[in-house]
């Protein structure tokens, strides 16, 4: 095995653990942040997800962003390493009776998608691709990419890596922009937006044809 997927390996089975050990708490943490406002309102007018689109939310976990999209009526589909945080967000869907617009919550890993060629109308992966190596992000994004249908869009963050508090973060992978956007336009992503969202940087891109 190589040093790189060696490391990849080690931070998917840290991290899983680390989201599993705070899958009861994430929500309140979450929504109590400072950050949470900017970030989630930079999704609502970024992603406009229509009744009846099919939507997958890669790195769910307890499903804050999917069940904005369930709420819009779209159908949609959650998968996340962490076994506890999806227990978390199958017990809010029942809870808000959303039933009919979640398909299925899997537990699967971003560079597996477990899903067909040009399946699904958007994509999101928030939250996730910070604690990787850029290697790994280009991994999930081809797969992400994949199953995109053709012109569709896709909502992803990054930290932002001139942002001072993110600098003195070391457990966070910070991208140099040029290299990641000129990833994403090699993967086969065109940048339709660009928000900087607290201390995130969000896109919304579209699978090039
Ligand atoms: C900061 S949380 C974000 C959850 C959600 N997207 C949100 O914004 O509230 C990071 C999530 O990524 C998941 N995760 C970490 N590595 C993953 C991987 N390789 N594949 C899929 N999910 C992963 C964790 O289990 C956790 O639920």
Redesign the pocket.
Known sequence: MKEIDREIEE??IY??K??DNRAGV?DKI?WESPESTEEIDGFRNLVKVKHGEIVL?????????LIEMAKKGAQCYG????PK?LAQLKRKIEQLELEGNVEEIRV????KIPYPNDFFDWV?????LE??PIE?ADL?LNEIRRVLKPSKKCFIDIPDPGDKENQNRDYLYKYDLKTFENMLNKIGFDILAKNVAARMIQYLLSKRT
């Open positions: 931070i998917k991290r899983r680390f989201y994430y979450w939310d890669v790195a769910t976990g307890t499903g804050i962003y998968l996340d390493a962490s945080m699967c890993e971003a560079d999101s992966c928030i939250g996730m604690y990787y790994y999930a």
